[in-house]
């Protein structure tokens, strides 16, 4: 009797040990399958996070006299149009004093030069400005001579951006600057110009007010051979 016993717990031991194995393989498959899609959840966070474009700069050339000049974009990684194509070589053009270029390789007339590159710095709205968007032209008008656009220049960047901002409630803007401009997208002109202006403006529409501390703004001295450079990044 007492061997039957025995063998009856054996048997329930046995079961019990079958069914804590197979309880653990069960956890360890789970737990396989929670990563499996966490790192799905993660890899299709990364692939539709968006890349905002740093839209339309374009670069002005306005050497003393007629002067050829190469420019070379130095990260061409993050490139997605160019205007005239960019080759491997750079742009070379023959740039006039008022501001006219032609294009060396196929002869056309240019004013500018263009390009648009991926841009996927994170916008940091601790410092720039908040304004109505009703008040986007007086406020681009001021901003940008101070930053030292022309006034042609500034008509030209305040017609492009204007339709995406004029409508929203308040708009977040920060200008990039020359220095960190350099840093972004570093440039290799020659001759080297005299004055460099870089100027990226990235900002977001906003359906209220927020404060923000206000950006410094550096207002250079355009003088010799000057480069002017503007472009802007819309965020979502």
């Not at 717990?9 to 046995?14: K, Y």
């Not at 742009?91 to 648009?116: C, F, H």
């Not at 020659?190 to 990226?200: C, G, H, Q, W």
């Not at 990235?202 to 501390?213: R, S, T």
Request: hydrophobic content about 40%.
């Amino acid at each position: 009797m007492e061997e039957k016993e025995e063998k009856n717990i054996e048997v329930e031991d046995d079961k019990e040990y079958q069914f804590k194995k197979e309880m653990h393989i069960i956890a360890i498959i789970s737990l396989f399958l929670i990563i499996i899609v966490l790192l799905y959840l993660i890899l299709l966070g990364s692939i539709n996070q968006p890349i905002e474009m740093a839209t339309k700069p374009i670069i002005y050339l306005y050497p003393e006299q007629e002067t050829e000049v190469t420019l070379e974009l130095k990260d061409i990684s993050i490139l997605t149009h160019t205007y005239p194509t960019y080759s491997s070589e750079g742009w070379n053009v023959l740039a006039k004093p008022n501001g006219d270029l032609i294009d060396l390789n196929t002869g056309r007339n240019l004013y500018s030069l263009y390009w648009e590159g991926k841009n996927d710095t994170k916008l940091d709205m601790s410092v720039g400005f908040v304004i109505e968007g009703r008040d986007t032209i007086s406020f681009l008008e001021e901003k940008l001579a101070l930053l030292g656009l022309s006034q042609r220049e500034a008509n030209e960047f305040i017609i492009y951006w204007l339709p995406q901002m004029e409508n929203n409630k308040y708009n977040f803007i920060y200008f990039v600057q020359t220095e960190e401009m350099n840093e972004y997208m570093p440039l290799e002109v020659t001759p080297a110009p005299d004055t460099s202006i870089r100027i990226l403006m990235k900002f977001k529409a906003l359906d209220k007010y927020i404060e923000v501390k206000e950006q410094e703004i550096k207002t250079p001295e355009r003088k010799g051979f000057v480069l002017v450079e503007w472009g802007g990044t819309k965020y979502e």
